[in-house]
Nanobody, 118 residues
């Protein structure tokens, strides 16, 4: 199975913003609801956000609290996560994967490291 590749993570100060991207070759994302997940050191991987194929339905984990926005460009086979007002607690490796509800489907691809620190 073709795996996704996430990018855009870096070191950012508390209160800052980042835009993550996740893409895969071919038709990996076609007709699929896509989700972002994150895993902090020594913690379980957790759901962040998901968006349906048409891009008109999204749902978010409670800790997002209006700070993050998920979107997608199906022509580019890419899913985005705009993250604003970042906290140190948002430090994690972020990855995307097809989902059913909030349950990941398939194998994990390459994540991107987000570090929020002053």
């Amino acid at each position: 199975q073709v795996q996704s590749v996430a990018s855009g993570g870096r070191l950012v100060q508390p209160g800052g913003s980042l835009r993550l991207s996740c893409t895969a070759p071919g038709r990996t994302f076609i007709y699929k609801t896509m989700g972002w997940f994150r895993q902090a050191p020594a913690k379980e991987r957790e759901f962040v956000a998901a968006i349906n194929y048409s891009g008109d339905l999204a749902n978010y984990a409670g800790f997002v609290k209006g700070r993050f926005t998920i979107s997608r460009d199906n022509a580019k086979n890419t899913v985005y996560l705009q993250m604003n007002s970042l906290y140190a607690e948002d430090t994690a490796v972020y990855s995307c994967v097809p989902v059913l509800g909030r349950t990941p489907q398939g194998s994990w691809g390459q994540g991107t490291q987000v570090t929020v620190s002053s």
